[in-house]
């Protein structure tokens, strides 16, 4: 049963055709019915801020003593820049270089040693990108107190080792072509967005 915040997120989502329903091609090959196209909300500034306020709220304690706001690039970018805004803190982004490897994007002055950091992502799976991003920073000496997620994909069991709360938690099945029950209906397939991910 979803909480207050959960449905306004869904409602947001749901307003700028970001949350969608239907027959999908997701970037990992896989078959699902439910895609999230953040950028739909990003180009909608009054709404990223609207989230940032929620996931404020949603943080509660789990963000105090946070020294920074950082985010992986290129989707979580707009909501934790939002965030690190609406709570005052200085905010960094991590990004991919040539090889595909993650790093702090040069030039952030506030990312030091010691600092405690409040990551955010937009949607999340797997979690992956979020504990490449945490290891990253961990090597800099800085320690991840929590992670915010826009939308959490496993239903509500991602475990990524430090507390985290997600505006919205749904439970996103995908399955392989040959076993996609969506195809099986006849369902027309989409790919949506896409993707630099390596």
């Known amino acids: 049963?979803?909480?207050?915040?959960?449905?306004?997120?869904?409602?947001i989502l749901t307003s700028c055709e970001a949350l969608l329903e239907g027959h999908f091609r997701y970037t990992s090959g896989r078959h699902g019915?439910?895609?999230?196209?953040?950028?739909?909300?990003?180009?909608?500034?009054?709404?990223?801020?609207r989230l940032a306020v929620l996931m404020k709220e949603r943080l509660g304690s789990l963000a105090d003593g946070a020294h920074i706001v950082c985010a992986p690039a290129?989707?979580?970018?707009?909501?934790?820049?939002?965030?690190?805004?609406?709570?005052?803190l200085p905010f960094a982004f991590?990004?991919?270089?040539?090889?595909g490897a993650m790093g702090i994007r040069s030039g952030f002055t506030e990312v030091q040693?010691?600092?405690?950091?409040l990551m955010v992502e937009d949607v999340t799976t797997t979690g992956g990108s979020v504990r490449e991003s945490m290891e990253v920073?961990?090597?800099?000496?800085?320690?991840?107190?929590?992670v915010g997620l826009l939308v959490d994909r496993t239903g509500g069991e991602l475990d990524l080792g430090v507390p985290s709360r997600a505006l919205l938690t749904v439970s996103a099945r995908s399955w392989l072509p040959a076993q996609c029950p969506l195809?099986?209906?006849g369902l027309p397939l989409t790919t949506p967005g896409s993707s630099t991910k390596v």
């Open 183 to 185: 195809c099986e209906k």
């Open 33 to 49: 019915s439910v895609y999230f196209e953040k950028i739909r909300v990003a180009q909608h500034p009054h709404l990223v801020r």
């Open 137 to 146: 920073l961990r090597s800099r000496g800085l320690a991840v107190s929590a």
């Open 113 to 117: 040693p010691g600092r405690r950091v």
């Open 94 to 99: 991590l990004q991919r270089n040539r090889d």
């Open 74 to 88: 290129f989707g979580a970018l707009v909501f934790g820049f939002a965030l690190a805004f609406e709570m005052n």
């Open 1 to 11: 049963m979803e909480d207050g915040i959960s449905r306004e997120t869904r409602e």
